[in-house]
C-alpha cells in the first residue's frame, strides 16, 4: 500500500513537471509572437541559465541533504568565480595580473576557470573547517555566520577589485562561433556550457548513485550516526561535500563571465535564484534541484522575453523564480521531490 502511495505520489509530481513544462512553452511561443527563431533562442537561454542555476543550486542541495547548512554564502562563491575567471583572461585589465604569462586568451581562460575551482573549494574547506564544524548543532548561528561570510566576501572582491562592473572584452574562439536556429545567431560557447552543465548533471548523479563515496554521502543524510558507527569519518565526508559544492558554484561563475561579465550583484541574483530552486525542488533532494533548476531558468528566460514589451517592464523577470517558488508550494508544499522534514 505505501509502496502504491510512493508510486502515485512520483506519478503525479512528473504531471506537475509536465504541466508546467508545456505551460512554459506556450507562453514562450506566446512571447515570442510565433516567431520560431525567437521562441528556440528563449529557450537555449533558459537552458543556458538553468545550467548556471544548477551549479549554485546543486552544492546548495548537496550540502543541505548531508548537512542541514543552507550556505549563504553560495552566491558569493558563484561571484569569486567569475571575478577570478575574468582577472586572468584579462591581464591588463584586472588587478592580479595572473594571467600575463600566457598569451593565448582561450588558455587563460581554461587557467582561470582551473583557479576558480581550487580557490573556491579552499574557501570553502576554509569555511567548513574553521567556522561551521563548531557550530552543527546549532543551526541559526550557521545562518548568521554563513551570511556573514558572504558579506566578508564581498566587501574583499571590493577590496581587489573595485565596485566597477568588469565587461567581458577577451574573444574566445568558442563566443566568436556561431550557429543558426531558425534564422537566429546562437553563441556556441553558450551551447557547450548547456552540454558541459548536463555532463556535470549527470556526472553528480551517478557519482551520488553508483560510486562507494555516493553510497556513503547518500546514507550519511539517512542516518549519520550509523555511518560513524561503521568506521567511516563523516566529519571528512562532510567536508568533501563542503569542498564539492563551494567549488561547482566557482565554476558557475568562471564560466559565466564571458557573457555575464562580474559584478558585485550576480551573487546575490544567483544565490535567490537557486534558493528558489532546491526549495521548489524539495530540500535535499538532488533530483529535484536538477528539475527544478531547469524549469527556473526556462522560466526566467521567458518572462525576459516577455519582458521586452513597454507595457510590462523588467521587474517580472527578475522576481520570476520567487513567483514560481510560491505557485509550486501552493500545489505542492513539500516541493517537488520533497518531503516532509
Not at 529535484?288 to 526556462?298: D, H, P
Amino acid at each position: 500500500m505505501n509502496l502504491r502511495k510512493a508510486l502515485g505520489n512520483r506519478g503525479s509530481t512528473w504531471l506537475l513537471i509536465a504541466g508546467i513544462f508545456i505551460a512554459i512553452l506556450a507562453f514562450s511561443l506566446f512571447s515570442a509572437g510565433g516567431n520560431m527563431g525567437t521562441f528556440a533562442i528563449t529557450l537555449l537561454s533558459g537552458l543556458l541559465r538553468g545550467m548556471l542555476l544548477f551549479l549554485v543550486a546543486a552544492g546548495l542541495s548537496l550540502i543541505f541533504g548531508l548537512m542541514d547548512i543552507l550556505n549563504f554564502a553560495q552566491g558569493a562563491f558563484f561571484m569569486v568565480g567569475a571575478y577570478l575567471a575574468y582577472d586572468v583572461s584579462h591581464p591588463s585589465g584586472g588587478a592580479l595580473t595572473a594571467g600575463a604569462a600566457i598569451p593565448d586568451p582561450n588558455l587563460r581562460f581554461i587557467v582561470g576557470l582551473v583557479l576558480a575551482v581550487i580557490v573556491g573549494g579552499a574557501l570553502g574547506f576554509v569555511l567548513e573547517r574553521g567556522l561551521l564544524r563548531p557550530l552543527y548543532k546549532r543551526p541559526l548561528f550557521q545562518l548568521v555566520l554563513t551570511f556573514g561570510v558572504s558579506i566578508i566576501m564581498l566587501e574583499g572582491i571590493k577590496a581587489i577589485w573595485g565596485g566597477t562592473p568588469y565587461i567581458w572584452t577577451e574573444r574566445l574562439v568558442a563566443q566568436d562561433a556561431q550557429f543558426f536556429v531558425f534564422g537566429q545567431q546562437f553563441s556556441v560557447y553558450r551551447l557547450v556550457i548547456i552540454v558541459v552543465g548536463f555532463a556535470l548533471m549527470a556526472g553528480v548523479a551517478l557519482l551520488l548513485r553508483r560510486t562507494r563515496i555516493g553510497i556513503i554521502i547518500r546514507a550519511g543524510v539517512q542516518d549519520a550516526e550509523m555511518v560513524n558507527a561503521l568506521g567511516i569519518n563523516v566529519r571528512a565526508v562532510f567536508t568533501l561535500v563542503f569542498v564539492i559544492g563551494c567549488a561547482l558554484a566557482a565554476l558557475g561563475g568562471g564560466v559565466a563571465a564571458p557573457f555575464l561579465g562580474a559584478t558585485l550583484s550576480m551573487g546575490n541574483t544567483f544565490l535567490l535564484a537557486s534558493i528558489a530552486a532546491i526549495v521548489l525542488g524539495g530540500l535535499g533532494s538532488y533530483e529535484g534541484t536538477a528539475i527544478a533548476s531547469l524549469l527556473v531558468g526556462l522560466g526566467w528566460a521567458t518572462m525576459e522575453q516577455f519582458s521586452v514589451r513597454p507595457e510590462v517592464g523588467t521587474v517580472v523577470a527578475s522576481i520570476t523564480p520567487m513567483l514560481m517558488l510560491v505557485v509550486i508550494l501552493l500545489l505542492k508544499p513539500s516541493g517537488l521531490f520533497g518531503e516532509e522534514r
